[in-house]
């Protein structure tokens, strides 16, 4: 499935910004510091992404729940 597929419900940021696909979940983590991006949390949002993105179906759930769950692990949403 390619990079640019979309999630079924965006992901909403502090801000009014939005996740609306795979690639600009991987584009936000990768504006991470880079410390920030080793962490357990954004690593397990990081290989979802990586399993949506090559092999489809119930991964890009899975995708989306994995960023969700980073995102609030210390109350962050952008």
């Known amino acids: 499935m390619p ?3 979309p999630f079924d419900d965006p992901i909403n940021l ?3 910004r939005r996740l609306r696909t ?3 979940a991987a584009d936000f983590i990768m504006q991470l510091p880079a410390a920030e991006q080793q962490e357990p949390r954004w690593q397990t949002a ?3 992404l990586i399993n949506a993105a090559e092999t489809g179906g119930g991964w890009l759930m899975f995708a989306r729940v994995g ?3 980073a995102l ?3 109350g962050r949403r952008g």
Do not use: A, F, K, P
Request: net charge negative.
């Open 67 to 69: 960023m969700l769950r």
């Open 72 to 74: 609030n692990t210390d």
């Open 22 to 24: 795979l690639q600009e």
């Open 14 to 16: 502090r801000g009014g």
């Open 3 to 5: 990079w640019s597929t």
């Open 46 to 48: 990081i290989e979802m």
